[in-house]
């Protein structure tokens, strides 16, 4: 049976979600699901915008064939090639074989990379500021390279003043009959989702989502609709001014995430230790065990927070596994303009702090405190001085720092 949701007079939400999904593109986990949206535009021509992921196909079908009764469907527009959008593309070409692929040069490609079927007798490449009229709507084509694959392009229909913006824009979780950003608690509920995505998904890419920002100014934008998350008619500034914050990498807040590898306790220790005192300075921290806590939730708060502390014990001579892994994430998903400090510990041989330091060095516009805490197996007495110069090290960096609170 179909589940489909109206968003203006001539356009429909006609995707899925998923809430049986655990891992997205098997790294990311989701506990609240998520979901696929595909969008159906319903003018002289029809247009299908993206399909979905082959999990929920079925049900998205029914939607596609319940909203076209009789019609035929005269164009798909494939905005991005990723599996968990185009799953559907062979059942479409089979049922509406007349349908024409909207797509770029690029698009192609991948569609024969992917699927084996005679593309060329169906394609329509468009490029950059093409146009297609559908009868009352006309859609414009602006390609975005790299938000998050490189054949990726949006689409703007300049009748109802509405983007269609691929995976920008974009959020974990499932819909739950809500399809509209203002019908939910957003700030509370989903942004801490949204940063996820975000930094996980496309935060390596913060100069190519600066030149889709740039595109998009341009533009007089009523709504937007990406391919996972809610759909925004309201207070597009919200998501807008995140991006513009998130792509420059730039912190959203004043305070210290602090993420600890601790085996017996010690090093955790003196990171709780050092929280405490951050705020009783009046400091706002939040803590993460790197060993329990799942990498992207700590990488989207590194994209949130304006000064971090990575606190980590030596193991086999180098940084603990966990600890390691999140700092080759934090490098791969280009994290700048961070102020950072270190605790190592090392029974015999501390030698974790100073791997830190070294692979933190490529990132670009990292203050690195000279403060290092080098703790042998605990945290003694006479070091609580080195971790009060710690926090003021942190207090008189963040109270230079302007960030939007």
């Keep these: 049976m179909y ?36 969008y159906f535009l319903n003018d002289e021509k029809t247009v299908l915008f993206d399909t979905v992921d082959k999990a929920v196909q079925q049900r998205f079908m029914e939607n596609i064939t319940k ?12 905005q991005h090639m990723e599996p968990d959008h ?17 797509c770029n040069s690029k698009i ?18 468009v490029k950059e500021n093409d146009t297609l009229n559908t009868g009352k709507h006309t859609l414009h084509f602006m390609m975005a390279p790299m938000v998050h694959w490189p054949e990726v392009m949006v689409t703007y229909d300049s009748t109802d003043k509405v983007l ?45 989502v600066q030149a889709l920002l740039g595109k998009a100014s341009a533009l007089e934008i009523d709504m937007i609709c990406p391919l996972h998350g809610f759909v925004w008619r309201k207070n597009l500034d919200e998501i807008i001014s995140k991006y513009m914050l998130w792509s420059k990498y730039e912190p959203e807040e004043r305070g210290v995430m602090i993420a600890y590898a601790s085996v017996y306790g010690n090093t955790e220790n003196a990171a709780e230790i050092l ?5 009783d ?41 966990t600890m390691e892994a999140l700092i080759h994430d934090l490098i791969s998903h280009n994290l700048q303009n961070r102020t950072v400090a270190i605790i190592e510990n090392g029974s015999w041989a501390a030698t974790s702090g100073n791997l830190i330091r070294e692979k933190l060095e490529k990132c670009k516009n990292m203050t690195i405190l000279e403060n290092k805490i080098s703790l042998k197996s605990s945290l003694k007495a006479e070091q609580l001085a080195d971790i009060d110069a710690i926090v003021s090290a942190i207090s008189n960096s963040a109270s230079r720092l302007s960030v939007i609170e």
Aim: glycine content about 6%; overall charge negative; some cysteine.
């Design 3 to 38: 589940c489909i949701k109206k968003i203006t007079d001539d356009l429909l939400w006609v995707g899925s979600n998923d809430r049986r999904l655990a891992m997205f593109e098997g790294v990311y986990s989701v506990p609240a699901g998520v979901s696929y949206n595909s």
């Design 67 to 78: 909203v076209l009764g009789d019609r035929k469907l005269d164009y798909l527009v494939i």
């Design 86 to 102: 185009t799953a559907a593309l062979m059942e479409l070409v089979s049922l509406y074989p007349d349908m024409q692929i909207v």
């Design 108 to 125: 192609l490609t991948f569609i024969k990379q992917f699927y084996d079927f005679d593309i060329e007798s169906r394609v329509h490449i």
């Design 164 to 208: 269609f913006s691929a995976d920008a824009f974009g959020c974990f979780g499932a819909l739950n009959g809500a399809i509209f950003a203002d019908e939910v608690d957003f700030a509370k509920d989903y942004m801490d989702e949204t940063r996820r995505y975000y930094a996980n998904i496309v935060g390596k890419y913060g100069v190519q």
């Design 275 to 279: 929280a405490c005192r951050l705020r």
């Design 281 to 321: 300075d009046g400091i706002k921290t939040v803590m993460f065990d790197v060993s329990v806590t799942p990498a992207s939730e700590i990488v989207a708060a590194a994209f949130r927070w304006s000064h971090l502390v990575f606190a980590s014990t030596t193991y086999n001579a180098g940084i603990f596994i």
